[in-house]
C-alpha cells in the first residue's frame, strides 16, 4: 500500500462526557445503556456495528458500540449516580456533541462536564525514530 | 440505592493516543491488533471481558476490548499510516500509560501523541436542574 499524508484536519472528534448526580437506576440497566448509546449514535449521524455490554457486580454497567465511524461508549457508577461516556467519530459526516445532548437529557445529571477533543492532528513534525 | 459522594480523586484515567507513520500491514490486522490491545491492557493491569474488531473495506481496523477497569480501543487508517488508540482505566490498580508505551513499541510510528486526562472528576459544583 503506498502511504498517504493524512490531511491537516482531524481525522475524528472525541467528546469525554462525565455526568454527576444521575439517577442510580438508569446507571444499572445494561440493555437502556445500550440502547441509549445505539439511539446518541443515530442521532449524531454515525452507524451501528456492533453493541456489547457488561454488568458488574454488585453494580455498574460498561457498554460499547463499534461505528462505522469509530465508537461511542459508557461506564457507570450508580452507587455515585456517576458515569463517564465517550463519542468518537471520524470523518465530518457526524456530531458527536448531538449525541452528548441527547445523553445529557436523557441520564438528567445534576451537573456534567463536556470535553471536545480533536484525534488524529499531528501537532509536532513526525521525527524518525532512527535519526 | 442510597447515593454515596464520590471520592475527589478522580475515578479514572483515560490516555489518548495518536501514532503517525506506523508501518501499514500492522494497522490492516484485526487479530494482531485485538491481540495487541489484550496484550496491553494485561501490562496495565487490566483484565479483559471481551474483546470485539471489525475490519473496514478497503482497509481500517476498530478494535475494542471492555475491560473490568473501562475500555482499550484502538482505531486505524493504514492508507496515512495513522492509528488512533484509548486507554481508559478506572480505580488506582492500573497503570494505562504502561499500556500506551507497549503499543508504541509494537506500533512503531515515526511520531506519536500521548495525552492523559483525568474522567469522573467534578470540575465545578453541582447545579441542580430545578434551580
Not at 17 to 35: A, I, R
Not at 45 to 69: D, I, K, M
Not at 75 to 91: L, R
Request: aromatic letters at 6%; proline letters at 7%; a negative charge.
Amino acid at each position: 500500500m503506498e502511504l498517504s499524508e493524512p490531511t491537516p484536519q482531524a481525522l475524528g472528534t472525541h467528546c469525554l462526557l462525565d455526568l454527576f448526580g444521575c439517577p442510580s437506576d438508569l446507571l444499572d440497566d445494561p440493555e437502556w445503556l445500550t440502547h441509549l448509546l445505539a439511539q446518541s449514535a443515530a442521532m449524531a449521524g454515525a452507524t451501528v456495528l456492533s453493541a456489547h455490554h457488561h454488568r458488574f457486580e454488585p453494580h455498574g454497567v460498561s457498554a460499547l458500540c463499534v461505528l462505522s465511524e469509530s465508537h461511542i461508549s459508557i461506564h457507570t457508577w450508580p452507587e455515585f449516580g456517576t458515569a463517564s461516556a465517550d463519542v468518537y467519530t471520524c470523518g465530518d459526516s457526524c456530531t458527536p456533541q448531538v449525541a452528548c445532548a441527547w445523553m445529557i437529557e436523557q441520564l438528567r445529571p445534576e451537573g456534567h462536564d463536556l470535553r471536545v477533543v480533536d484525534r488524529g492532528v499531528r501537532t509536532r513534525p513526525l521525527v524518525s525514530a532512527h535519526r
